[in-house]
């Protein structure tokens, strides 16, 4: 059976999405299951640095396979060894940092069916439990064709009006594209647990979609400033317990 495809998205830039899709594919690959992450936001790329890599540009990245200098299997590095896990649980398809290719593809752009095509294949090849894509914020081509093959597509919003109609819309192409699950995750949120109960009822409320989590406000993953993983430096902290329930409902 094919490894479940699962997208981390939110219409608004900041709100999170790196650290979740890290943090969540971190704590996968420790329960056991094997896990490949994967970076399209191409333009604007991030998780290499919560993976503890500083330079994405002496391998080959997923620009590369974009530009058909090689193939996806050669762009997908075992990250799992550097980060204290059983070696090839997880992977992690970087974007290139350099400055000439990023412009590269803002003006030339690339062919959304390779992208497509080289997702599918990895997962295959890979033989992954999971295949998580970490996205460019709004609802651009990358981005809807991710949502379009996800089995589970995670719509991270922050307790802010401005993200609150950006996630309708998202919610809404999602039920359009028939994404078999897609669930809310409202990040920096403030309050204690009732409130947060609350959150989540008026959630399903004004979006007809489920708040898989809550995920509070955290001093320590602000101060951590994506050097690393909280979930290896503060695993009994609120916000890792939140991430570990998500994937404790997704892999149960
Ligand atoms: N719950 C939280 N509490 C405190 N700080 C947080 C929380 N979640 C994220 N942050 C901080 O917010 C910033 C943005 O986080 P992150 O890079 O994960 O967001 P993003 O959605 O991937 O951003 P982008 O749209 O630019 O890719 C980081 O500095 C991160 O440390
Ligand atoms: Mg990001």
Redesign the pocket.
């Known amino acids: 059976m094919n490894g479940k495809i699962i997208s ?1 998205h ?1 219409f ?11 943090n969540l594919s971190y704590m996968l690959a420790q329960s056991g299951k094997k896990v490949c992450t994967v970076d399209t ?1 191409i333009q ?1 790329p ?2 290499h640095v ?1 993976f503890q890599l500083e330079n994405t540009s002496s391998g080959a990245t997923l620009n590369d396979f974009l530009w058909e200098n090689c193939s996806i299997d050669k762009v997908a590095l075992d990250v799992s060894v550097r980060l204290g896990l059983p070696e090839k649980s997880l992977f992690f398809i970087p974007c290139s940092m350099n400055m000439g290719d990023i412009t590269r593809i803002l003006k030339q752009g690339y062919d959304i069916a390779t992208l497509a095509k080289g997702l599918n294949d990895i997962r295959k090849l890979l033989n992954v439990d999971y295949l998580i894509i ?4 709004g609802l651009d081509e990358e981005t809807l064709l991710s949502i379009s093959i996800s089995d589970i597509l995670l719509i ?1 919003l ?1 307790p802010d009006n401005q993200d609150f109609q950006g996630t309708s819309v998202t919610v809404e192409i999602s039920k359009r594209l028939e994404v078999p699950n897609t669930f809310l995750v409202m ?3 403030l309050g204690g647990p009732s409130e947060m109960d609350d959150m989540k009822k008026k959630m399903r409320d004004a979006f007809d979609c489920e708040a898989i989590a809550i ?12 050097r690393a993983l909280l979930s290896q430096t503060a695993p009994a902290s609120d ?1 890792v317990s939140g991430i570990r329930n998500i994937k404790n409902r997704i892999s149960g």
């Open positions: 981390v939110s608004r830039g900041g709100t999170g999405k790196s650290n979740i899709s890290a936001d604007s991030g998780i919560l970490d996205t460019h914020p991270v922050r990040n920096r949120a995920l509070p406000d955290c001093r320590e993953l602000a101060q951590l400033g994506s916000w």
